[in-house]
């Protein structure tokens, strides 16, 4: 038996510990939005985050997040959307849609490190795949929801 803590709430799994993380999450949580691209760590739709940092989750023995804090796209906002998925509608980033939660959890990441990152610092850490080529609108999302944060620490601040 494992015992996970995923998107806040405790599970207990009895599964092999060499089973992938993901597999864990969506065939045995029934967590289905963090995704299967290549299996092989390299596209990222199965992105996930491990203590505060992106993961890929196909090639992570469930067993070596077991008593970290695992969040997937369903925990990322408590109440409502996280602010890189407004942004994501706001600019239309989907196309087929499928890479997309993967890309949205690391955006998170980045901006939870880096608040306003150059799009060197995009490039950098976004390392997902898109098939579909939205990587314009993907960047152009990231410096959306970083001048949100940026515009509401000010208005914030004056309410205190």
């Given at each position: 038996?494992?015992?996970?803590?995923?998107?806040?709430?405790?599970?207990?799994?009895?599964?092999?510990?060499?089973?992938?993380?993901?597999?864990?999450?969506?065939?045995?949580?029934?967590?289905?939005?963090?995704k299967?691209?290549?299996?092989?760590?390299?596209c990222?739709?199965?992105?996930?985050?491990?203590?505060?940092?992106?993961?890929r989750s196909?090639?992570?023995?469930?067993?070596?997040a077991?008593?970290?804090?695992?969040?997937?796209?369903?925990?990322?906002?408590?109440?409502?959307?996280?602010?890189?998925?407004?942004?994501?509608?706001?600019?239309?980033?989907?196309?087929?849609?499928?890479?997309?939660?993967?890309?949205?959890?690391?955006?998170?990441?980045?901006?939870?490190?880096?608040?306003?990152?150059?799009?060197?610092?995009?490039?950098?850490?976004?390392?997902?795949?898109?098939?579909?080529?939205?990587?314009?609108?993907v960047?152009?999302?990231?410096?959306?929801?970083a001048s949100?944060?940026?515009?509401?620490?000010?208005?914030?601040a004056?309410?205190?």
């Amino acid at each position: 038996m494992l015992k996970l803590n995923v998107n806040g709430r405790n599970h207990q799994v009895d599964v092999e510990p060499e089973m992938p993380l993901l597999w864990v999450l969506r065939d045995h949580l029934n967590l289905p939005g963090t995704k299967y691209g290549c299996g092989e760590g390299l596209c990222g739709a199965c992105t996930v985050h491990l203590d505060g940092k992106a993961v890929r989750s196909c090639t992570l023995p469930v067993s070596a997040a077991a008593g970290k804090r695992i969040v997937t796209i369903e925990g990322l906002s408590k109440d409502g959307l996280h602010r890189i998925q407004e942004a994501w509608i706001e600019h239309e980033v989907p196309q087929c849609g499928y890479c997309q939660p993967g890309m949205i959890m690391s955006a998170a990441v980045l901006l939870e490190k880096n608040p306003q990152p150059t799009d060197a610092d995009i490039d950098a850490a976004m390392t997902n795949l898109c098939r579909c080529g939205t990587y314009l609108r993907v960047k152009q999302a990231i410096h959306a929801a970083a001048s949100a944060v940026k515009a509401a620490k000010p208005a914030a601040a004056k309410k205190a």
